[in-house]
């Protein structure tokens, strides 16, 4: 009897395992764009000066890139869950932070830049803008990350440039 049952249980997983795999949304060379961003870093601003940690790592079967953000003083944290969207065929990063913000942004990898942006938006004025966040990938390995804020589809202001370099 006990033979039957370890078959039984070994065929049920098997067929499980398959399905999964059959069934995978993001089994796909797409998936992993964005991979070029996974590790711990350390984060530098334009002047040198150390401005936070992050880790990239994949959960969910490697299909959502995870960040975990803290600053360098550790009073100001983010995380934000990075996937591809087999649907509309774009990435997708939903950012929220410890200080009541949030961001959703979309777009696509070209080249060696995986450039997302919000939707457009008005504020209070009535005037409209959006965000723009590319994260290129050097030849060296680090990654740079410059987001900016295009309003009135013309006026650019520069919201944070930084550089990832891996830590050790």
Known sequence: MKLYVNVFFMLLFS?????????????????????FWLGSWTVTNTK???VG???????????????????????????????????????EQIWIDNQGGSLHLKGNRVDNQM??????????DGNSYFH???????DDGSVRQYWET???GKDISVVFDGLYKKSN
Do not use: M, P
């Open 132 to 138: 723009r966040v590319t994260w290129t990938l050097n």
């Open 150 to 152: 295009i309003a009135n």
């Open 53 to 91: 940690k992050n880790e990239i790592d994949k959960i969910q079967n490697n299909c959502i890139l995870r960040e975990n953000w803290t600053s360098a003083k550790g009073h100001f944290t983010g995380t934000s869950n990075n996937f591809y969207n087999s649907v509309t065929e774009q990435w």
């Open 48 to 50: 040198g000066e150390i």
């Open 15 to 35: 067929f499980s395992s398959y399905a999964q795999d059959v069934n995978c949304k993001c089994c796909n060379e797409k998936n992993n764009e964005f991979d």
């Open 115 to 124: 450039i997302l942006k919000t939707e457009v938006a008005n504020n209070k």
